[in-house]
């Protein structure tokens, strides 16, 4: 079992930063894909950005290399460094856990960010 908690949330004006964080409890993490996603409202959930167990990243066509994902096996943490952010940047977002291999897949309860002059 993994817990996800999500923090880094707020109101930010446009063009400003972010930096979201996720920390996990339980084993094995560093086995596990990791993902950020957000759903802004009335819209579907869709993924922002991902690192898988070996450190590969990779990032929605929207991201427009504004954002970076990392992670820090040791701290069991995920991070997603948002830059340049934009109005349309506006929804909760939320940290996930993967482990397709063992059909294993969780969430954190979401963070919100508001890009907002």
């Known amino acids: 079992q993994v817990q996800l908690v999500e923090s880094g949330g707020g109101l930010v004006q446009p063009g400003g930063s972010l930096r979201l964080s996720c920390v996990a409890s339980g084993s094995m993490f560093s086995m596990y894909a990791m993902g950020w996603y957000r759903q802004a409202p009335g819209k579907q959930r869709e993924l922002v950005a991902a690192?898988?167990?070996?450190?590969?990243?990779s990032y929605a066509d929207f991201v427009e290399g504004r954002f970076t994902i990392s992670r820090d096996n040791a701290k069991k943490t995920a991070s997603l460094q948002m830059n340049s952010l934009k109005t349309e940047d506006t929804a909760v977002y939320y940290c996930n856990a993967r482990r397709s291999a063992l059909n294993r897949n969780y969430w954190g309860q979401g963070t919100q960010v508001t890009v907002s002059s």
């Open positions: 690192i898988s167990s070996g450190g590969s990243t």
